[in-house]
């Protein structure tokens, strides 16, 4: 049983479309993160959130963190070709940062 | 500035073989870890490290032993492989700790054990 759960687990979509991407779990975490990996490289960090309800912004990409720190969403607005990637949740639990299964996302032209 | 640097990229192995994955960085960083990648399972934790001289056990440590012995470095050893480890590993590091720090990933060492 994973400790977060990050739905879908695949999600296809044309260019210009928006999307969300979901990271859920029962337990509570001090904070979150959202990497990015292609294929044949490791993870790439995007953004760490910390405060419940807190939320922010990399360009066309929008991180929400819920308020009760359980919970996570990614919104990608106008998607693009390069957004495709595999997109991983995780949180700190003890000492260590445990990881969703992830969203691949293709985007097509 | 090399990052976290994995070796090898690629390795074959017959089950019950022993192997030691290497793992470097140079960041001075005090907290290393060892996940593995699975399809549909994202990444599990194998085992990490606080700093040099202390090591713990993540999610999935059965079959690996590691040491640190230095701040740069953390081997993953496998001492008789089996066919369920199988995998890409990645070996990551951080400032310190997991908690709201940036963890830095190496580029993967893909496993397959025959």
């Known amino acids: 049983t994973q400790l977060l759960e990050q739905s879908p687990q695949f999600l296809s979509i044309q260019e210009g479309e928006n999307l969300t991407v979901y990271c859920n779990s029962s337990s509570v975490f001090s904070s979150l993160q959202w990497y990015r990996q292609e294929p044949g490289e490791g993870p790439v960090l995007l953004v760490t959130v910390v405060t419940g309800g807190e939320v922010k912004k990399l360009k066309r990409l929008t991180f929400q963190f819920g308020d009760a720190r359980k919970d996570s969403s990614l919104h990608i607005t106008a998607a693009q070709t390069g957004d495709t990637g595999l997109y991983l949740c995780a949180g700190d639990y003890g000492n260590k940062l445990v990881f969703g299964a992830g969203t691949i996302l293709r985007v097509k032209s | 500035n090399a990052g976290v640097t994995q070796t090898p990229k690629f390795q074959v192995l017959k089950t019950g073989q022993s192997m030691t994955l290497q793992c470097a960085q140079d960041m001075n960083h005090e907290y290393m870890s060892w996940y593995r990648q699975d399809p549909g399972m994202g990444l599990r934790l194998i085992h990490y490290s606080v700093g040099a001289g202390i090591t713990d056990q993540g999610e999935v440590p059965n079959g690996y032993n590691v040491s640190r012995s230095t701040t740069e470095d953390f081997p993953l050893r496998l001492l008789s492989a089996a066919p369920s480890q199988t995998s890409v590993y990645f070996c990551?590091?951080?400032?310190?700790?997991?908690?709201?720090?940036?963890?830095?990933f190496g580029e993967g060492s893909w496993l397959t054990v025959v």
């Open positions: 990551a590091s951080s400032y310190e700790g997991a908690a709201g720090n940036t963890i830095y």
